[in-house]
């Protein structure tokens, strides 16, 4: 059973900065890669960011120049750095592996950017 453990989110001015980190419980990134997704309120999850299991880096449009995903393999943690926060930038983040046909999600944390 894949278990997954964000965590970092919090409440940040605009502008502002905030590392998230989503923690495995085995070492799948390296074998899986590994996602980022979003939802705000009202709205439906989105894809953010995306790591292969090569150590390539995909980002949306949105958070391109802002968020960078970083890996230790030998902690079996990912990390989020996200910098000059915007208030849209407000939702619950999740950790996302996608292991054959399933999907195995974290519980989340909220990122709050007050403007």
């Known amino acids: 059973q894949v278990q997954l453990v964000e965590s970092g989110g919090g409440l940040v001015q605009g502008g502002g900065s905030l590392r998230l980190s989503c923690a495995a419980s085995?070492?799948?990134?390296?074998?899986?890669?590994m996602n980022w997704y979003r939802q705000a309120p009202g709205k439906e999850r989105e894809w953010v960011v995306g790591?292969?299991?090569?150590?390539?880096?995909y980002y949306a449009d949105s958070v391109e120049g802002r968020f960078t995903i970083s890996r230790d393999n030998a902690k079996n943690t990912v990390y989020l750095q996200m910098n000059s926060l915007k208030a849209e930038d407000t939702a619950v983040y999740y950790c996302?592996?996608?292991?054959?046909?399933?999907?195995?999600w974290g519980q989340g944390t909220q990122v709050t950017v007050s403007s």
């Open positions: 085995a070492n799948i990134f390296s074998i899986y890669g």
């Open positions: 996302n592996v996608r292991i054959g046909n399933l999907n195995h």
């Open positions: 790591s292969s299991r090569t150590g390539s880096t």
